[in-house]
T-cell receptor
Framework: DQQVKQNSPSLSVQEGRISILNCDYTNSMFDYFLWYKKYPAEGPTFLISISSIKDKNEDGRFTVFLNKSAKHLSLHIVPSQPGDSAVYFCAARVSGSARQLTFGSGTQLTVLP | DAGVIQSPRHEVTEMGQEVTLRCKPISGHNSLFWYRQTMMRGLELLIYFNNNVPIDDSGMPEDRFSAKMPNASFSTLKIQPSEPRDSAVYFC?????????????FGPGTRLTVL
């Protein structure tokens, strides 16, 4: 039973437009959420995170929104650039577990020039 | 600074053979994680160590899988005997430990193909 779900395996967006990647979770004990980005033949790299006490965190072109009541988070990238083309993983941490992360299955984002 | 180092980058083996994957964490990091990535299940945590001690191995799929961390700078993930369904990309990650979340740094992965 996947506790973190990314239901869209792929997403294509035109350069300059907004990319919205979605993630749903089922475990109400998750208190910290992260997005990782992965290029081919490389390991995932940390992108942005949000604590459950917040509903928004912004870092440059990247914004993560958290809707706790819906158990849903999203990553917005605006404007999208071709270099953003990668697999994006959503991850979550259980409260009190400082290290363990549960990852979603990933969404392949393609930004078209 | 060198990141997490994994070897080999690619491994092709035949069913029934023993496979050993290696990882060198970032110096100073005392938590180490082994993940497996497949198309169907995404990134799954197999096992993690803190200060060289296995803390949670509940993600290890079967007894054919074993992991060791003999010292702070080296860990192995062994599959014996290997099966075609073990084909995946295996990632090692490390982080500093502490009461708050510390970012995990991933290695480039080992792509394993079991024929």
């Amino acid at each position: 039973d996947q506790q973190v779900k990314q239901n869209s395996p792929s997403l294509s967006v035109q350069e300059g437009r907004i990319s919205i990647l979605n993630c749903d979770y089922t475990n109400s004990m998750f208190d910290y959420f992260l997005w990782y980005k992965k290029y081919p033949a490389e390991g995932p790299t940390f992108l942005i995170s949000i604590s459950s006490i917040k509903d928004k965190n912004e870092d440059g072109r990247f914004t993560v929104f958290l809707n706790k009541s819906a158990k849903h988070l999203s990553l917005h990238i605006v404007p999208s650039q071709p270099g953003d083309s990668a697999v994006y993983f959503c991850a979550a941490r259980v409260s009190g577990s400082a290290r363990q992360l549960t990852f979603g299955s990933g969404t392949q984002l393609t930004v078209l020039p | 600074d060198a990141g997490v180092i994994q070897s080999p980058r690619h491994e092709v083996t035949e069913m029934g053979q023993e496979v050993t994957l290696r990882c060198k964490p970032i110096s100073g990091h005392n938590s180490l994680f082994w993940y497996r990535q497949t198309m169907m299940r995404g990134l799954e945590l197999l096992i993690y160590f803190n200060n060289n001690v296995p803390i949670d191995d509940s993600g290890m799929p079967e007894d054919r899988f074993s992991a060791k961390m003999p010292n702070a700078s080296f860990s192995t993930l062994k599959i014996q005997p290997s099966e075609p369904r073990d084909s995946a990309v295996y990632f090692c990650a490390s982080s500093r430990s502490g009461n708050s979340y510390n970012e995990q740094f991933f290695g480039p992965g080992t792509r394993l193909t079991v024929l």
